[in-house]
């Protein structure tokens, strides 16, 4: 169960980490002797490249029963909805808004790789540049078969249902309002126990850094304490045929191996997947008028070759106060150079009280006009700027992506959850220009 889970606090962190089982497992002062203690095989898995910078340079040595390469070899299977094809649908610049995607129907049983759904993206596995977003909705444990991504990170937001995720590094639980990132080739199962949906965004440039802080300081945001990874954890398990699942250029393959690959009794190292709990977010935001940019509340953020401009960052909305003076309180009507992917974890949105729900989602793409809604606007010129707690009870979340983001086929069509009458939300903001005000002297 969750609670009984153990892990490795700090973000970015050189851990080491043995199954309490094999006590020594790990090799004292090399990474790869002769001989490794209790037979285990040494296997690098290098998330950066060798020569990148020592801040930069991520990379860990897995301590393992069987290296990853004793399996049979890979054969091409079917994507369901996962794709990378980006000219499925003519482009469309227009505001989207999705109602609540479809859990599985009753009877169906979905599980999480089954379920995984591509929504939007950009770009190009091949040349590790761009990005993808997709939806998850399952009801079913993934049983002998892992995962694994070749093509970049994922982080991955519960929205409903708790995931328990095994991966090489050890076992973590993700519930809704936490987030979990699992990184380039890393292979994992994830088992659900009851219906469960939530958000992936992958990135194929680079992996996600936390924020520079600048001038808040030291601290604030998201602190990197309350990051944990997975403490080592094996399954000494020969079966026929486990299934090893990669996503390889955008295309799932299979291959099969007689034995678990969650085998790996020791690891050190800074390459590891963890998750975070967005209740330990610390906001920081204006405290007498107008608003910080919403880039306040990023979370994570994975950045490009170009300087402050993110492949795509992942950012919150979370219970806050609000004590701006002489302000219009709610964000500010935009047009942005980046895409705007929101979606909802629970609660209600405070620009979109109604048609934004949970489980469901919007864009915003480049240059395409937002704001809030006709009541949010009317409502906030004349309510009193009293010290207000915004956002209680709920979580919005934003993927902000430097890309020009087109929507897939499901997206528009196959999830039958496109809301045709969002524009309709703007519709009635009224002109208010007085040429005759003047100033009250
Ligand atoms: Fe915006």
Redo the contacts with the bound molecule.
């Keep these: 169960m969750a609670s009984e889970l153990k892990y490795l606090s700090g973000f970015g962190n050189e851990f080491q980490s043995e199954d309490p089982r094999c006590p020594g497992a790990l090799p004292q002062g090399q990474n790869n002797p002769q001989k490794c203690p209790y037979g285990l095989y040494a296997e690098q898995l290098s998330g950066t490249a060798f020569t990148a910078p020592r801040s930069e340079n991520q990379r860990s040595w897995l301590y393992r029963i069987r290296p990853s390469v004793l399996h049979q070899p890979f054969e091409k299977v079917k994507n369901g909805h996962v794709t990378h094809d980006w000219n499925e649908q003519p482009p469309n610049p227009n505001q989207l808004r999705w109602k609540p995607f479809d859990l599985p129907k009753a009877g169906e049983k979905v599980d999480w790789l089954q379920g995984l759904h591509t929504v939007c993206g950009a770009g190009d596995p091949r040349t590790r540049n761009g990005v993808a977003i997709h939806v998850y909705m399952c009801n079913a444990p993934m049983g002998d078969k892992a995962f694994y991504n070749a093509d970049g990170d994922f982080l991955i937001v519960p929205q409903q249902g708790t995931l328990h995720i095994t991966t090489e590094f050890g076992k973590m639980t993700a519930e809704p309002n936490e987030i979990c990132v699992i990184q380039q080739g890393i292979r994992f199962n994830v088992s659900v126990l009851e219906p469960s949906r939530g958000y992936i965004l992958e990135v194929f440039d680079n992996h996600f850094h936390l924020p520079s802080l600048g001038p808040i300081g030291a601290n604030g945001l998201a602190n990197p304490r309350d990051f944990l990874t997975p403490v080592a954890w094996f399954e000494d398990r020969d079966i026929p045929e486990y299934q090893i699942i990669s996503k390889y250029q955008g295309q799932l393959f299979e291959a099969v191996q007689n034995h678990s690959p969650f085998d790996i009794v020791a690891w050190h190292g800074n390459y590891a997947p963890y998750k975070y709990d967005l209740a330990n977010f610390m906001p920081v935001n204006a405290v007498r008028f107008d608003h910080c940019d919403?880039s306040i509340f990023t979370v994570l953020t994975c950045p490009s070759n170009k300087p402050g401009t993110a492949v795509a960052d992942f950012v919150i909305f979370p219970p806050r106060w609000a004590v701006q003076e002489h302000t219009f309180r709610p964000?500010y009507y935009?047009r942005?150079c980046m895409s705007?992917f929101m979606g909802i974890i629970y609660g209600k949105y405070e620009a979109k009280e109604e048609g934004f729900q949970p489980g469901g989602a919007s864009l915003?793409s480049m240059m395409t006009p937002?704001g809030p809604d006709s009541q949010c606007y009317e409502g906030a010129v004349t309510d009193p700027l009293k010290p207000t707690l915004i956002a209680d009870g709920t979580q919005a979340f934003m993927f902000e992506s430097s890309f020009s983001m087109a929507v897939t086929k499901w997206g528009f069509d196959g999830c039958q959850k496109i809301d045709p009458a969002y524009f309709k939300c703007w519709q009635t903001l009224k002109k208010n220009f007085n040429p005759h005000w003047r100033p009250e002297k």
Excluded: D, G, L, M
């Design positions: 919403p964000p935009h942005n705007e915003h937002h």
